[in-house]
């Protein structure tokens, strides 16, 4: 697989000028398969006199759509082709599908968020089973938190994300993981379920691991008990977070179970 080095991501990034400077690389040391690039954008890029720096052809869900829904979709789909370059794939773009899921080039699975002005990719090669998932979140404040908080955990679960510290800060992370989560179930689900179908069971704070467990059958492959692995990293504006499964972990020896 080739190497994403900074000199090379930062000339990539010089031809989508939706993009505000070179992508920064994330280093998941918990799933090496992965790689990650995230990147600020310019929301107002895709008025409608500069849509041609919004990766054309625009899907019809997005082409009249508020410049900033533009923005964000071009910005995803620059970062995801500078990173599937870099790894020597021959794509010219990530069109979406009829569940406007991302399609993917063979041999590779990706998956895409933003946040405000901050975009989102993660990449890896395709294997059997293979499930991958990212999500970034800016911070919730504390009234949105209170509001969801019994829609989003349980009270076990917020004790388990207890080193996150306040409340505003636990409900986010919660929020994002199982976002990150449903991205990489869905593909395979075909349907849309509760944020009560995933429980974060672990969590160690310093390393960034996350332990996820499914609560109800979700399909043959992924019956209640499954255990999902992911990984958080924050900053001082958003946390991200990913869910990698299956094929991934099991072709992944460095991987240790939590708990």
């Known amino acids: 697989m080739a190497s994403v080095s900074a000199q090379n991501v930062q000339s990539d990034a010089l031809r989508y000028p939706v993009l505000i400077g070179p992508p920064q690389s ?5 799933f090496p398969c992965v790689t990650v690039l995230r990147s600020r954008f310019d929301l107002q890029a895709c008025r409608d006199e500069a849509d041609r720096w919004c990766a054309p052809p625009l899907p019809d869900h997005v082409r009249h759509a508020v410049p900033q829904r533009k923005a964000a979709y071009a910005a995803g789909r620059a970062l ?4 599937l370059r870099r790894h020597g794939a021959l794509v010219t773009d990530v069109p979406v599908n009829a569940r406007h899921l991302p399609v993917w080039p063979p041999g590779w699975l990706g998956s895409i968020s933003h946040a405000a002005d901050m975009a989102i990719c993660a990449v890896a090669p395709w294997s059997d089973g293979a499930l991958l998932g990212v999500d970034i979140e800016s ?7 209170y509001a969801i908080l019994s829609l989003v955990m349980n009270e076990p679960e917020l004790l388990s994300l207890h080193g996150w510290g306040a409340l505003a800060k636990r409900v986010t992370v919660a929020f994002s993981a199982k976002e990150s ?3 990489a179930l869905y593909p395979q689900v075909g349907r849309y379920f509760d944020f009560s179908a995933i429980r974060i069971i672990d969590c160690e704070q310093k390393t960034g691991r996350l332990c996820l467990r499914v609560e109800e059958p979700l399909s043959p492959e992924l019956p209640k ?3 999902l692995e992911a990984w958080c990293q924050a900053d001082a504006g958003h946390v991200v977070t990913l869910v990698a499964g299956l094929g991934l972990i099991e072709n992944d020896t460095s991987m240790r179970r939590l708990g």
Do not use: C, N, S
Request: overall charge neutral.
């Open 139 to 145: 911070w919730m404040p504390d009234d949105t938190a």
């Open 181 to 183: 989560a449903f991205k």
């Open 225 to 227: 008990g499954r255990q």
């Open 80 to 83: 995801a082709k500078i990173l």
């Open 26 to 30: 994330l280093h998941v040391d918990a």
